[in-house]
């Protein structure tokens, strides 16, 4: 456990998730305590949420991060930023995150040039974002990144870490890059756990009728049992029953033109991600009172 009071900033906050573990690690006795120095967000609900959640003031956001100059930061020991994926992941237009991309995902380098800009440069960074990162199409600009990060002083660390393997029935498969600024430091990432926690265990036992998209009946065919939308004929949802027990995908929704929406997926398995283009038309889930 450390005594200090660890000073954080995070970029791309969102409602401030790592902000939450770091909160966790408190309340289990690993660190002492946290201070949020700072956030940077534009998404006017993400950060009323952000400062209800954390109950800090607004005044902390500093907005867009492109509008930061490294000079006015004050000092963190901790960066956190994961950058957005909407142009490396492959729910998206895989545009990429070049440095002179102008996509969204390239954003990713601002917080270099605030490494670059900064007075003094904090002890540890540490980014996420989607697994594709890690793919031969991206993998040139990744090694970019890390070589500036390098430069800067720090040494490296960076691994895909799965949530199924952490005790969360969710297929989530995360790239994570920590770099710390002391090379005398060693930095190893949590074992896996064992788990048998299935999406199951997480839902609720009793969901308001709106949420259902079907009724209990359906038409037989082998092992697969095909139901109707309740309110549209011609929307069809086929589920495999073997496939149902065993957990994770176990059906189609033959009305939807997107794979990862058509997807049906079986409470005794692992939950879907959703993605940033995720709409109504969202992945759906196949409870017990639909295939009894």
Same mark, same amino acid.
């Given at each position: 456990?450390?005594?200090?009071?660890?000073?954080?900033?995070?970029?791309?906050?969102?409602?401030?998730?790592?902000?939450?573990?770091?909160? +966790? &690690?408190?309340?289990?006795?690993?660190?002492?305590?946290?201070?949020?120095?700072?956030?940077?967000?534009?998404?006017?609900?993400?950060?009323?949420?952000?400062?209800?959640?954390?109950?800090?003031?607004?005044?902390?956001?500093?907005?867009?991060?492109?509008?930061?100059?490294?000079?006015?930061?004050?000092?963190?020991?901790?960066?956190?930023?994961?950058?957005?994926?909407?142009?490396?992941?492959?729910?998206?237009?895989?545009?990429?995150?070049?440095?002179?991309?102008?996509? +969204?995902?390239?954003?990713?380098?601002?917080?270099?040039? &605030?490494?670059?800009?900064?007075?003094?440069?904090?002890?540890?960074?540490?980014? #996420?974002?989607?697994?594709?990162?890690?793919?031969?199409?991206?993998?040139?600009?990744?090694? /970019?990144?890390?070589?500036?990060?390098?430069?800067?002083?720090?040494?490296?660390?960076? =691994?895909?870490?799965?949530?199924?393997?952490?005790?969360?029935?969710?297929?989530?498969?995360?790239?994570?890059?920590?770099?710390?600024?002391?090379? =005398?430091?060693?930095?190893?990432?949590?074992?896996?756990?064992?788990?048998?926690?299935?999406?199951?265990?997480?839902?609720?036992?009793?969901?308001? #009728?709106?949420?259902?998209?079907?009724?209990?009946?359906?038409?037989?065919?082998?092992?697969?049992?095909?139901?109707?939308?309740?309110?549209?004929?011609?929307?069809?949802?086929?589920?495999?029953?073997?496939?149902?027990?065993?957990?994770?995908?176990?059906?189609?929704?033959?009305?939807?033109?997107?794979?990862?929406?058509?997807?049906?997926?079986?409470?005794?398995?692992?939950?879907?991600? /959703?993605?940033?283009?995720?709409?109504?038309?969202?992945?759906?889930?196949?409870?017990?009172?639909?295939?009894?």
């Amino acid at each position: 456990m450390t005594n200090e009071i660890i000073k954080v900033g995070t970029f791309f906050s969102g409602i401030g998730s790592p902000e939450k573990a770091l909160e +966790r &690690l408190k309340n289990e006795g690993h660190i002492k305590d946290y201070k949020v120095e700072f956030f940077s967000e534009i998404d006017k609900n993400a950060i009323k949420s952000y400062c209800a959640i954390h109950n800090v003031d607004e005044s902390l956001n500093l907005g867009s991060i492109t509008d930061i100059k490294g000079k006015n930061l004050p000092y963190c020991d901790l960066w956190i930023g994961g950058f957005p994926c909407q142009d490396i992941s492959c729910a998206g237009k895989m545009r990429g995150f070049d440095f002179t991309s102008s996509t +969204r995902s390239s954003l990713g380098w601002e917080m270099i040039r &605030l490494l670059k800009e900064v007075k003094i440069k904090p002890k540890y960074v540490i980014f #996420e974002n989607v697994a594709m990162i890690t793919s031969k199409k991206f993998k040139e600009t990744l090694n /970019l990144f890390k070589e500036d990060l390098v430069s800067l002083g720090y040494t490296l660390y960076d =691994q895909l870490l799965s949530a199924t393997d952490y005790g969360i029935p969710q297929t989530r498969a995360r790239y994570f890059l920590v770099a710390i600024l002391d090379n =005398q430091k060693q930095f190893k990432f949590p074992d896996k756990m064992e788990s048998d926690v299935i999406l199951k265990n997480f839902l609720e036992e009793f969901v308001d #009728e709106k949420y259902y998209l079907t009724n209990s009946n359906y038409i037989e065919k082998g092992n697969k049992r095909i139901f109707k939308h309740k309110n549209r004929n011609d929307i069809e949802y086929e589920i495999d029953m073997d496939k149902y027990l065993i957990g994770g995908v176990c059906g189609i929704d033959k009305h939807t033109k997107f794979a990862i929406s058509s997807r049906l997926f079986s409470i005794y398995g692992n939950s879907p991600t /959703l993605t940033a283009s995720n709409t109504s038309d969202n992945s759906k889930i196949v409870v017990e009172s639909e295939v009894e």
